[in-house]
């Protein structure tokens, strides 16, 4: 955590003022169980430091003595019973250190600002954990409990966590003698503990900083869980044989939304979320049955929650309205469900594929990427382009006559101005389908690593489902499936 917010961690108070004999000892590792060595390891409030050995290991030690001099802010001999409460924006807490509290800090979009896992007693300024103006939700977590806290960058804090159950009371515990334990070591973010008891045996792990970006993340990030993590969902559902749908009521009326849930959702464990969008003269429930182009099926660790939506009941399936019910489907799903924010696809073939390319074009802060089977940069209402970069995968066939290959390669051409420097990508030439043999799938080189590009072409027309010859299934699933399991 950046040193910032760590100085606003303050002693919630009360400490007894007797300096008890403890040993604190460890095991420092990186996340893929590496040991650290050399790491430096000080307790900062008894000034007591050391440096871990070549197996990643340390010990601490103090023999007991009578020094009587109070910490600041002590109240001689009193000790603080455990507890968590908000208060004037204050988070205070009070915990034995088998039972952690975790603390994670969320903007209205859900992308996850603050994740610390928090050891003993002190307290948190929530507002000095964000830095640009707004509402934010806290989510904070002890055991099998957890509560939303709903708060703005002014203040105005609408909620309090509170649970007077005998559960929770049973679960806290009267803290003596704490300190923080603060772990450095070269290329690791810095690591500090609040530890309730000195008497303890730890493992910790160390983290490589994740690089910052002005939006969007890196590859392969950690998930971005929303504030629907930890909730328990419950929902109308209605059935069309054995598959759900919902009717959703929107700022616009009611829309039919066919879903896929995973019959084990957990809902603590962030989910992926695939939107898939009908064509022109289909149907969502079209799109649910052939599994979202073909991705479902191949989801074999119940990964993904996937979603189609019914389009507007016009022969344009999707127009200009349809931009702000992708948005209110959003925050519905990631209000409801444990949704990784940073892993939000959307896929469609004609008209749902230039749905889907429209809102590449002006949703790069929400959208991860898209594939877009047959698209075009017309017929349909488009937004105003904003110049962020977005994952693109397009599927054409050579002799579409609707979605022209012109047309595709226009629609390509946009997203590649838009992912390289000065949009140099425009200059490289794809490797086409040329005639014979199987597909082909280029994948470009000189767009920004964070925002693939992904060409496939084929001999064939207007259709998602591509096969190459004498094959009986199509390679476009696997092939977006792949793309998709890159970010």
């Given at each position: 955590?950046?040193?910032?917010?760590?100085?606003?961690?303050?002693?919630?108070?009360?400490?007894?003022?007797?300096?008890?004999?403890?040993?604190?000892?460890?095991?420092?590792?990186?996340?893929?169980?590496?040991?650290?060595?050399?790491?430096?390891?000080?307790?900062?409030?008894?000034?007591?430091?050391?440096?871990?050995?070549?197996?990643?290991?340390?010990?601490?030690?103090?023999?007991?003595?009578?020094?009587?001099?109070?910490?600041?802010?002590?109240?001689?001999?009193?000790?603080?019973?455990?507890?968590?409460?908000?208060?004037?924006?204050?988070?205070?807490?009070?915990?034995?250190?088998?039972?952690?509290?975790?603390?994670?800090?969320?903007?209205?979009?859900?992308?996850?600002?603050?994740?610390?896992?928090?050891?003993?007693?002190?307290?948190?300024?929530?507002?000095?954990?964000?830095?640009?103006?707004?509402?934010?939700?806290?989510?904070?977590?002890?055991?099998?409990?957890?509560?939303?806290?709903?708060?703005?960058?002014?203040?105005?804090?609408?909620?309090?966590?509170?649970?007077?159950?005998?559960?929770?009371?049973?679960?806290?515990?009267?803290?003596?003698?704490?300190?923080?334990?603060?772990?450095?070591?070269?290329?690791?973010?810095?690591?500090?503990?609040?530890?309730?008891?000195?008497?303890?045996?730890?493992?910790?792990?160390?983290?490589?900083?994740?690089?910052?970006?002005?939006?969007?993340?890196?590859?392969?990030?950690?998930?971005?869980?929303?504030?629907?993590?930890?909730?328990?969902?419950?929902?109308?559902?209605?059935?069309r044989g054995d598959?759900?749908?919902?009717?959703?009521?929107?700022?616009?009326?009611?829309?039919?939304?066919?879903?896929?849930?995973?019959?084990?959702?957990?809902?603590?464990?962030?989910?992926?979320?695939?939107?898939?969008?009908?064509?022109?003269?289909?149907?969502?429930?079209?799109?649910?049955?052939?599994?979202?182009?073909?991705?479902?099926?191949?989801?074999?660790?119940?990964?993904?929650?996937?979603?189609?939506?019914?389009?507007?009941?016009?022969?344009?399936?999707?127009?200009?309205?349809?931009?702000?019910?992708?948005?209110?489907?959003?925050?519905?799903?990631?209000?409801?469900?444990?949704?990784?924010?940073?892993?939000?696809?959307?896929?469609?073939?004609?008209?749902?594929?230039?749905?889907?390319?429209?809102?590449?074009?002006?949703?790069?802060?929400?959208?991860?990427?898209?594939?877009?089977?047959?698209?075009?940069?017309?017929?349909?209402?488009?937004?105003?382009?904003?110049?962020?970069?977005?994952?693109?995968?397009?599927?054409?066939?050579?002799?579409?006559?609707?979605?022209?290959?012109?047309?595709?390669?226009?629609?390509?051409?946009?997203?590649?101005?838009?992912?390289?420097?000065?949009?140099?990508?425009?200059?490289?030439?794809?490797?086409?389908?040329?005639?014979?043999?199987?597909?082909?799938?280029?994948?470009?080189?000189?767009?920004?690593?964070?925002?693939?590009?992904?060409?496939?072409?084929?001999?064939?027309?207007?259709?998602?489902?591509?096969?190459?010859?004498?094959q009986q299934q199509?390679?476009?699933?696997?092939?977006t499936w792949d793309?998709?399991?890159?970010?």
């Amino acid at each position: 955590m950046k040193k910032s917010v760590w100085e606003s961690f303050v002693l919630a108070c009360a400490f007894a003022v007797s300096a008890n004999a403890f040993t604190v000892s460890g095991k420092v590792s990186d996340e893929q169980g590496k040991t650290v060595s050399g790491a430096a390891v000080k307790l900062l409030q008894k000034g007591l430091e050391t440096t871990t050995d070549d197996k990643g290991e340390f010990t601490l030690h103090q023999d007991e003595s009578a020094d009587t001099d109070a910490l600041p802010g002590a109240s001689l001999g009193r000790v603080l019973p455990g507890y968590i409460s908000v208060n004037n924006g204050i988070l205070s807490f009070s915990q034995r250190s088998s039972e952690p509290v975790q603390v994670q800090i969320f903007d209205m979009m859900g992308n996850r600002l603050l994740k610390e896992t928090l050891y003993g007693s002190g307290s948190l300024d929530l507002q000095a954990c964000v830095k640009a103006q707004g509402a934010y939700y806290a989510l904070v977590k002890i055991g099998s409990v957890q509560r939303n806290i709903r708060f703005t960058s002014q203040g105005n804090y609408g909620a309090a966590f509170g649970d007077k159950s005998a559960s929770v009371a049973k679960a806290l515990k009267k803290t003596n003698d704490t300190d923080d334990l603060r772990v450095i070591a070269d290329g690791f973010d810095t690591l500090t503990v609040k530890l309730a008891n000195l008497d303890t045996n730890l493992v910790l792990t160390l983290t490589k900083p994740e690089p910052q970006y002005a939006y969007g993340w890196g590859l392969k990030n950690d998930p971005v869980p929303t504030r629907g993590c930890g909730k328990d969902t419950r929902l109308d559902y209605k059935y069309r044989g054995d598959k759900p749908y919902i009717e959703f009521k929107w700022s616009k009326g009611t829309r039919t939304v066919r879903l896929d849930i995973p019959k084990n959702y957990d809902k603590n464990k962030p989910y992926k979320l695939i939107f898939g969008m009908q064509c022109m003269g289909g149907w969502a429930g079209g799109v649910q049955d052939e599994g979202y182009y073909g991705l479902k099926p191949l989801d074999t660790e119940n990964s993904a929650i996937f979603v189609a939506p019914e389009g507007n009941g016009n022969q344009a399936p999707w127009g200009q309205d349809d931009y702000l019910l992708f948005d209110e489907l959003l925050a519905y799903f990631e209000g409801n469900f444990c949704i990784d924010s940073s892993r939000v696809f959307s896929t469609g073939f004609s008209y749902g594929s230039m749905f889907s390319n429209g809102l590449s074009w002006n949703h790069q802060d929400v959208l991860r990427a898209v594939a877009v089977y047959e698209t075009a940069e017309r017929n349909i209402w488009l937004p105003q382009r904003k110049q962020m970069g977005i994952g693109w995968m397009g599927v054409l066939g050579l002799q579409d006559n609707l979605c022209t290959p012109t047309m595709g390669r226009a629609a390509r051409d946009i997203i590649l101005e838009l992912n390289s420097e000065g949009g140099k990508a425009k200059n490289e030439r794809a490797q086409e389908y040329g005639g014979n043999g199987p597909h082909v799938c280029y994948d470009y080189t000189t767009v920004e690593e964070r925002f693939p590009v992904r060409w496939c072409t084929q001999n064939g027309g207007h259709i998602w489902d591509h096969k190459d010859p004498g094959q009986q299934q199509s390679w476009v699933p696997k092939t977006t499936w792949d793309f998709f399991n890159k970010f």
